[in-house]
């Protein structure tokens, strides 16, 4: 199953800058866009919070902290790039604004095909 961007859902939070929007099936993205736009492209935890903060219509971290129901230092340090966003946070920023995983990793920059935990267990 390949993941499918809603471009009605990026548009909703993006702006209607974009002047096309393709997925390929192999997950590969077509844009083209203007420059505002195409910084998308890059990992950045700050363009998905403060999209997020359109979502909610608020205007402050500590805000979108309540909506998201998570700890203030969390969103801090997610903000401040002292913590990476998490599958966890991204599945809690899912569960409060019905917005696809998929779509979340798009506005935070994250390109991966797949979204795989580290092997932490050890074989010896």
């Known amino acids: ?3 499918m961007h809603s471009k009605t859902v990026v548009e ?3 702006g209607s800058n974009t002047d096309a929007l393709a997925v390929s099936r192999d997950v590969k993205y077509e844009l083209n866009m203007s420059d505002e736009v195409d910084a998308l492209f890059d990992y950045n935890p700050d363009h998905l919070l403060d999209c997020l903060q359109k979502h909610f219509n608020v205007h402050n971290d500590a ?3 309540r909506a998201l129901h998570t700890p203030p230092s969390v969103i801090s340090k997610v903000r401040h790039r002292r913590l990476a966003v998490s599958a966890g946070l991204l599945v809690r920023m899912h569960e409060t604004t019905g917005i696809a995983v998929c779509d979340l990793r798009f506005l935070l920059g994250d390109r991966r095909r797949f979204f795989a935990a580290a092997n932490l267990h050890s074989h010896g």
């Open 1 to 3: 199953m390949v993941a």
């Open 12 to 14: 909703e939070i993006v």
């Open 63 to 65: 805000s979108l902290c």
